[in-house]
C-alpha cells in the first residue's frame, strides 16, 4: 500500500523524490520520509500526515544530495506517527531503508535481535527490523547484507536500502511486493510503482521476486539471488505523464469518470482489426484447446470481480462453457476442482493485488492455464499469466475504480465473443451484432456524461440520506453491486446491493420511509418484474430512483424519480448503466466533503493479503 522511491545520479534526489512521492499519493499514505545521503552524512527526515509536512521539513539545500530513498507510509504495525514513518534506520544509524509489504516473523526477529543484540527498537513497525538486520549483517558491503537479511524474513517486500560508508548506491529487493527500476539522463532509479518514473523514463525494468537491484548514478543492474547478472530488457510504458496528472479536473475521479469513452475506444481499437474483426490470435487459443476446457474460472477482487460477474455471463453465453466468478481470496482457499483442462482469467486494474496473484498461483499449481485481463502493463500478475489481454484505461489514479471497469467489461465483450467464434456456438452475425454496439457504447457513455448536472441534482437532493440501496435483476444486480460500492467507498454511506426478487425473502424488513433504493430496469425480460419489485418498496414508503433505458414507459411514473440511458442491448447494459452512479457517487462524496481520491482506509492497490 505504501509508495517507495528511490534515486542515484546528478540531479537533486529530494527533488526527484518529492515529485516521485507525489505521484503516488494516490496509493493512500498517512505519514512520508525520506533518507539522503549529503556529504557522506546519512539523513533522515519523516513526518506524519501528508507531504505537505515532510516538505516543509526538507525545503532548504542543506537537506539535499545526489542519492536518496523515500517512502509514503500506509500504517499497518503502528500508528501514522513520525517514529512509525520510514526510513528507519540502525541503531547507529548508518542504513537507512524503506519497506513495502508486511514482514510476517517481525515478533521472532524484533524478540532475537533485542534479545541477543541488545537492540532498542524505537518504532512500533514490522519494518524496522530490516534495517537492525541489515546492519548486523553488514560488514562493508550492502549487497551482501541486504541478502543476507532477506534470507531471514518471510512474508512479502520490497526494500531499498542505503549504508552511510556506501554514497553511490543503493541496493533494493523483493519478494512478493512490485518494484521497478529505470535510468534517465542523469542516473538510476527505483520505485514501487510505475507513474512515480514517468517524469523521467518511460522505459523500466520489471524486478522479479528474489532479485537483487542495485541502482547506481551509471544505471541499475539486476542480480538473482546467487549473485549472477541478469541480463533484461525493458519495458517501454505507453502512458504520458499528463495522463497520471489531474489536467484541471478538482478529482482523479471525476477526471477518469469523463475518461471512460476514450478508454473503451482505446481497448477496442487495439483489438478490432482493419477489417472489423476480433483480433486476439496473440492469446494463441486454439478450438482444441477451448473444446478441451472443462470450466472457466474468473478470479478478481471488487470492482474487477463485478467485472468478472458480467464476464461469466457473457462466457457462458457466447463459448457456452461452464464458468464461475469468485473473490481470490476465497478461491485460493477453498481447494476449487481445479485442473489442466481448467482456464483460469484473473482480472486486476493494478497487477498486483496479493489476493488474485495467490490465486493466480494456486490455479497454476494445479495445472490450469491463465488469462490475465490486466491495465498495468509489465505487472505481477501480467508476468505470471500464459496470456495476457491488456485493457487500455491508460493509468488510474483515483482509489474507486471507474475506467479500469468499463474497459474491463469491454475486454470481457471480445474475449467471450472470441471464444463464441472460435468454438462455433456462436456465429458472425450474433458477434456483428454485439460488435456494432460496442462501438457506439463510448458515443452512449459520452450522452450519459452530458447529463452531469440531473446527478448533481440527485446528489444534492439525497446526500444527507444514511441508507442508500440497490437492486435490480440479471445483469442488473451486478451492476447494482458495483454501484454500492462506488457509494461505500468514497461517500461511507451505509449500502448494499441485492437481487430485487430476494428483497422479500428478509431484507424487505429494513425498508423505510428512510431508505433511497436505486432500482436498476435495464433487462428488458425482467423489466415488469422490476416494476413490481419498485411497487412493493414504495407500499412501504421508500423512495425509488430508477435507471431505465430510454423508451421504457412506465417507469417513471412507478419511481419516484428515473434516468434513461440510451437505447441498447441488456448485454451492453451494464457498460453504461454504471455511468451515472459514477458520478452520482461522486457528487454525494464532495457534498459529503469527502477524500474522494483518497478514501479513508483504502489503498490503490492492495499488496497484503
Ligand atoms: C473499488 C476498487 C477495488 C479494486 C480491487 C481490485 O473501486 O478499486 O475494489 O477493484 O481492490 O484491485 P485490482 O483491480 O487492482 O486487482
Not at 515532510?54 to 507510509?73: M, N, Q, S, Y
Amino acid at each position: 500500500m505504501c509508495g517507495i522511491v528511490g534515486y542515484v545520479g546528478g540531479g537533486s534526489a529530494k527533488e526527484m523524490i518529492l515529485s516521485g512521492l507525489k505521484s503516488l499519493e494516490y496509493r493512500g499514505y498517512d505519514s512520508a520520509g525520506i533518507a539522503l545521503i549529503r556529504k557522506g552524512k546519512l539523513l533522515v527526515r519523516k513526518e506524519s500526515g501528508k507531504l505537505k509536512a515532510l516538505e516543509a521539513k526538507v525545503g532548504g539545500p542543506e537537506f539535499d544530495g545526489p542519492i536518496g530513498i523515500g517512502h509514503t507510509r500506509w500504517a499497518t504495525h503502528g500508528a501514522p506517527t513520525r517514529e512509525n514513518a520510514h526510513p528507519h534506520q540502525s541503531g547507529d544509524g548508518r542504513i537507512a531503508i524503506v519497506h513495502n509489504g508486511i514482514i510476517e516473523n517481525f515478533m521472532e526477529l524484533r524478540e532475537e535481535l533485542t534479545r541477543e543484540n541488545e537492540i532498542r527498537f524505537v518504532s512500533e513497525t514490522d519494518s524496522e527490523v530490516i534495517a537492525h538486520l541489515i546492519s548486523l549483517y553488514y560488514d562493508g558491503d550492502l549487497f551482501d547484507a541486504v541478502r543476507s537479511a532477506s534470507r531471514r524474513m518471510r512474508g512479502a517486500y520490497a526494500v531499498a536500502a542505503l549504508a552511510e560508508s556506501e554514497p553511490d548506491r543503493i541496493i533494493a529487493i523483493r519478494k512478493d511486493a512490485p518494484l521497478i527500476a529505470g535510468v534517465c539522463a542523469e542516473g538510476g532509479l527505483i520505485a514501487s510503482d510505475i507513474p512515480a518514473l514517468l517524469k523521467y523514463t518511460k522505459d523500466v525494468y520489471f524486478i522479479e521476486n528474489n532479485e537483487i537491484v542495485v541502482v547506481t548514478r551509471g544505471g541499475v543492474q539486476i542480480f538473482d539471488e546467487e549473485k549472477t547478472r541478469m541480463n533484461r530488457t525493458r519495458t517501454h510504458i505507453d502512458w504520458d505523464v499528463t495522463a497520471a496528472e489531474k489536467g484541471g479536473y478538482e478529482h482523479f475521479m471525476r477526471k477518469e469518470i469523463f475518461e471512460q469513452p476514450a478508454g473503451i475506444r482505446e481497448t477496442l481499437r487495439r483489438r478490432i482489426d482493419d477489417s472489423g474483426h476480433i483480433a486476439l490470435d496473440d492469446l494463441e487459443f486454439t478450438k482444441e484447446e477451448l473444446d478441451g476446457l472443462e470450466r472457466i474460472y474468473i478470479i478478481a477482487c471488487g470492482t474487477a470481480l463485478h467485472a468478472g460477474l458480467i464476464g461469466k455471463a457473457l462466457i457462458e453465453k457466447y463459448a457456452r462453457i461452464p464458468c464461475e466468478a469468485d473473490l481470490s481470496s476465497e478461491f485460493r482457499y477453498r481447494d476449487p476442482i481445479v485442473n489442466e483442462r481448467t482456464l483460469c482469467i484473473c482480472i486486476s486494474q493494478s497487477g498486483e493485488t496479493t489476493d488474485t496473484l495467490e490465486g493466480l498461483r494456486e490455479a497454476k499449481r494445479k495445472g490450469a492455464k491463465i488469462l490475465s485481463i490486466v491495465n498495468v502493463v509489465g505487472s505481477s500478475v501480467a508476468r505470471a499469466s500464459d496470456h495476457v489481454f491488456y485493457t487500455w484505461a491508460g493509468p488510474e489514479i483515483a482509489v474507486a475504480s471507474t475506467k479500469a471497469y468499463t474497459t474491463q467489461l469491454t475486454s470481457l465483450y471480445l474475449i467471450a465473443m472470441y471464444m463464441g467464434l472460435l468454438r462455433g456456438t456462436t456465429d458472425e452475425a450474433a458477434c456483428g451484432r454485439l460488435l456494432g454496439e460496442l462501438a457506439e457504447a463510448p458515443a452512449m457513455v459520452e450522452e450519459v456524461l452530458k447529463n452531469e448536472e440531473r446527478f448533481i441534482g440527485l446528489a444534492k437532493e439525497h446526500y444527507k440520506k444514511e441508507k442508500i440501496f440497490y437492486v435490480g435483476r440479471g445483469l442488473d444486480v451486478v451492476t447494482a453491486q458495483e454501484a454500492s460500492l462506488k457509494l461505500k467507498e468514497i461517500t461511507y454511506i451505509n449500502s448494499f446491493a441485492i437481487a430485487a426478487g430476494e428483497l422479500k425473502h428478509g431484507t424487505i424488513a429494513l425498508i423505510t420511509k428512510d431508505v433511497l433504493f436505486f432500482a436498476l430496469a435495464t433487462q428488458a425480460a425482467l423489466y415488469e418484474k422490476m416494476i413490481s419489485n419498485i411497487e412493493e418498496m414504495k407500499a412501504r414508503k421508500a423512495q425509488v430512483v430508477a435507471i431505465a433505458k430510454a423508451g421504457a414507459g412506465r417507469i417513471g411514473e412507478v419511481a419516484d424519480d428515473a434516468f434513461f440511458i440510451p437505447e441498447c442491448s441488456d448485454e451492453i447494459a451494464p457498460l453504461v448503466s454504471i455511468v451515472p452512479f459514477h458520478l452520482i457517487s461522486y457528487h454525494i462524496a464532495k457534498l459529503r466533503g469527502r477524500e474522494i481520491d483518497q478514501p479513508r482506509n483504502l489503498a490503490k492497490s492492495v499488496t497484503v493479503e
